[in-house]
Nanobody, 125 residues
Framework: VQLQASGGGLVQAGGSLRLSCQAS????????MGWFRQAPEKEREFVAA????????YYTDSVKGRFTISRDSAKNTVYLQMNSLKPEDTAVYYCAVGGPNYYTAYDSPSQYDYWGQGTQVTVSS
């Protein structure tokens, strides 16, 4: 499985970005997907996840109401729409493919089998 993340960049506080993660190498629609982020000197943290059929989504509290995860199975792509960005959202963002039991702990990095290379998001104040 290969994951290619894109869409990061520098934006002012209050602005928006949309991250994309295109998957290849396996049946995209068979697995849940997640987004995580890691700021300097901090542990990787869960941001959002979406079930394989796209019906259910999950978010960490700090991004609820601002971020939206979605997927397009025809394009093998998962998205993270980020609005009302804050300086504390600054991090490298990673997409990941959920393992067979990811739904038991969708916010745990250990439940994801494959990871993209990350894309930098920087929010200036």
């Amino acid at each position: 499985v290969q994951l290619q993340a894109s869409g990061g960049g520098l934006v002012q506080a209050g602005g928006s970005l949309r991250l994309s993660c295109q998957a290849s190498g396996r049946t995209f629609g068979s697995y849940g997907m997640g987004w995580f982020r890691q700021a300097p000197e901090k542990e990787r943290e869960f941001v959002a996840a979406i079930t394989r059929n796209g019906i259910r989504t999950y978010y960490t509290d700090s991004v609820k109401g601002r971020f939206t995860i979605s997927r397009d199975s025809a394009k093998n792509t998962v998205y993270l729409q980020m609005n009302s960005l804050k300086p504390e959202d600054t991090a490298v963002y990673y997409c990941a493919v959920g393992g067979p039991n990811y739904y038991t702990a969708y916010d745990s990095p250990s439940q994801y089998d494959y990871w993209g290379q990350g894309t930098q998001v920087t929010v200036s104040s």
